[in-house]
């Protein structure tokens, strides 16, 4: 069974950057839809972007202006790239490889994965 790993979590300031991967242990189709969610202490779940193996993506509204995904095919990876990090950002973000394509599904409050990762911490402090 394939699994996601993430890295590049950790501390920072507010206006920091931080950019964090997620690759797989195992095989996961190159055909899959992977991404990023977060989760902050106390509220649900977010849908942060995804992205397809054909470079296709969405990022959520309130992130596309600093957050950028990008894919590297050969490697199976992801990354997010998170600039002028704001203490809202402050937040555990999960890997995520689902067959389904990037669109509204990924954003659904049901979406379910078929790989997730354990997820990175990002502290983003004032």
């Known amino acids: 069974q394939a699994q996601l790993a993430e890295s590049g979590g950790g501390l920072v300031q507010v206006g920091d950057s931080l950019r964090l991967s997620c690759a797989p242990s195992?095989?996961?189709?190159?055909?899959?839809?992977m991404g990023w969610f977060r989760q902050a202490p106390g509220k649900e779940r977010e849908f942060v972007a995804a992205?397809?193996?054909?470079?296709?993506?969405s990022v959520q509204d309130s992130v596309k202006d600093r957050f950028t995904i990008s894919r590297d095919n050969a490697k199976s990876t992801i990354y997010l790239q998170m600039n002028s990090l704001k203490s809202d950002d402050t937040a555990t973000y999960y890997c995520?490889?689902?067959?389904?394509?990037?669109?509204?599904?990924?954003?659904?409050?049901?979406?379910?994965?078929?790989?997730w990762g354990e997820g990175t911490l990002v502290t983003v402090s004032s």
């Open positions: 195992g095989h996961i189709a190159s055909s899959y839809t």
């Open positions: 995520a490889a689902s067959p389904a394509a990037v669109g509204v599904y990924w954003r659904h409050r049901n979406f379910k994965a078929d790989y």
């Open positions: 992205i397809n193996w054909r470079g296709q993506s």
